[in-house]
């Protein structure tokens, strides 16, 4: 192999280790969700349904009116309705 190429490929390494290096980092410096404000919490109600395996929630309590689905089974939850 000519040294030209030992040097790329020395290179190319030493970049990926560079680049996994400052991922984990970055994965490892980002901070927790802030506390919530208590008082943006309101009362809802939104029934869902996991279609995988039938379980049912409803969520009484969230920060606005948009309830985002929450996942079950690894799956993101259908919107239900009380009389299904
Ligand atoms: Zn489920």
Known sequence: MSQ???VAVA???????LFIGRWGIRLLA????EEIDRDDVIDVEAPFICTVCGLRLTVTH??????????HCREE????????
């Open 11 to 17: 290179v190319a390494m030493g970049l990926g280790i």
């Open 30 to 33: 980002t901070p927790a969700p």
């Open 77 to 84: 939850m259908e919107p239900a309705t009380f009389g299904d």
């Open 4 to 6: 030209v190429v030992q």
């Open 62 to 71: 969230a920060q606005g009116e948009d309830v985002e689905a929450p996942r």
